[in-house]
């Protein structure tokens, strides 16, 4: 449970792909990865107007709309407006989602922008409220982040129109630097603590122990790298072919893995848990079979013997 009482499950779903992420689906499967998802107990629900145009915030607030509001957290993202494209009819999204761009994306860190940008994602959810407003990826924009976004978030934290607020980003340096300088109340990590790589440990993990600012731990198969039980050599890693070593190093933990008989991706999933400042672990499906292998994942038993050898092999850092 985060400081403001908002309490998620702690395993969330993530909506990039209702989006249309890679490759087009219909509103009845979007609906359908939903349902698996509230009929399996998740209910917490991540999205953002980045994902597909908006598309995935309207698939996720129709599902969800005839939910009890009280019975899930939602969350969604700000920095991204969507703005009139004035592309030509036809025209497609240029940023892998299979959408007409009869809008685009405008950067807007101002606490307008940030303001707009609430109040559009409520008219497109069609919920009341948004519980976890994350400021999304300002990597170039510290300066307008720190002097005006968060700030912004915070104001409508105390308006009680979000009820809790943080950043989402790929990173851990500078989340770790709003978590120091902000009231804020949760981040949400992208593949920076993961069975993979554990850089969050140096600075982030520990103020956010310390602050009680809970860690949402996202992208835990590293974009998927650790999502089979073998890495194919033409795995993706940080959105982009992985490199060797980090291939050569996800197979020795793989082999770990089939010696104590579990698998990679189940692995995976539990890791980011262990930590006391991980609050939920959100991994993105697009089907309900996904949905259901993930749950699958999440339940296998993983022996406190497994965790101790990665860190006595070195593949692992000690929590």
Known sequence: MLRTTVSLTELGMGAAQLGNLG????????????????????????TAPHYGL????????????????????????????????????GAMDDQNFVVPATVRRQWDFRRDGIRRSVFESLDRLGLDRIDIAYLHDPDEHGEAAHAEAIPALIELRDEGVVRAVGAGMNQSAMPAEFVRRHDIDVIMLAGRYTLLEQGALDELLPLAEERGVGIVAAAVYNSGLLATARPAANSSYDYAQAPSE????ANRLADVCEEFGITLPEAAIAFPHRHPAVVSVVVGTRTAEQVAETVRRYTARIPEEFWTALVERGLVRSV
């Open 23 to 46: 490759r087009a689906i219909t509103d009845e499967e979007a609906a359908a990865t939903i349902d698996a998802a509230w009929d399996a107990g998740i209910r917490y629900f991540d």
């Open 54 to 89: 908006g598309l995935s915030e309207r698939r996720l607030g129709h599902a969800l709309s005839t939910r009890p509001r009280d019975e899930f957290v939602l969350s969604t993202k700000v920095g991204r407006l969507l703005v009139p494209s004035g592309n030509p009819e």
């Open 246 to 249: 980090a291939i050569a190093r």
